[in-house]
């Protein structure tokens, strides 16, 4: 038995997706110095898919937070588990997130990087859910706004599984549940 109640978003729909959005970065950014900052580990598809239809001097880096340990709740709690290596100063910074549901995160997240005297700091989002915001996030690039349901693939899972999945689908409440 399948552990999805439905393919929500699929890979060809994400591809098309990407093409849009990297286009409107592209223009907004053209002659810009442009540092991607991925949030691992959820954002790897999407800043791998993403960065590929960037000009070459964009530079990519990586932060680990978590707030979500092993199962489909926030914990509110936001936690560095690997910083940037990267010095901000000057430099126009798109933080490239999978997600945004509770909005916790990247609420957070845009709070810390902003006080790293960085030019300006965008956010650039697969999926939102926008029924499940707790905080309001502002976000300049968002992919899709998706029901409330917990998703997995395409970067995301639920207790490190479905990660690798090319496509978004809803997890069934009794996979979970279990
Ligand atoms: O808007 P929020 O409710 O805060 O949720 C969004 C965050 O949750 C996920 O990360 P998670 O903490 O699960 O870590 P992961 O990326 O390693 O899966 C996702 O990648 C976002 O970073
Ligand atoms: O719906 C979700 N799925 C997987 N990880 C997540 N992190 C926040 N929301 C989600």
């Not at 994400?14 to 409107?24: F, P």
């Not at 580990?41 to 960037?54: E, F, H, I, P, Q």
């Not at 978590?66 to 709690?77: A, F, L, M, Q």
């Amino acid at each position: 038995m399948s552990d999805f109640s439905e393919v929500l978003v699929s890979e060809n729909s994400i591809g098309r997706k990407l093409d849009e959005m990297a286009e409107a970065i592209r223009r907004d950014y053209e002659g810009q110095d442009l540092l991607l900052v991925g949030v691992l580990k959820g954002a790897v598809m999407v800043m791998a898919d993403l960065a590929r239809r960037m000009p070459p001097h964009v530079q990519m880096d990586w932060m680990a937070v978590s707030s979500y340990g092993s199962g489909t709740k926030s914990s509110g709690v936001v936690r560095i588990l690997k910083d940037l290596d990267a010095d901000l100063t000057g430099r126009h910074v798109l933080i490239v997130e999978d997600i945004i549901d509770t909005g916790v995160t990247l609420s957070w997240l845009l709070g810390n990087l902003r006080t790293r005297g960085a030019a300006s700091v965008e956010v650039a989002a697969l999926l939102r859910k926008p029924k499940a915001a707790v905080v309001e996030v502002p976000c300049k690039y968002v992919g899709f706004d998706i029901p409330p349901d917990f998703v997995v693939g395409y970067g995301l899972d639920f207790a490190e599984n479905y990660r690798t999945l090319p496509f978004v689908a809803v997890l069934k409440p009794e996979v979970y549940e279990k």
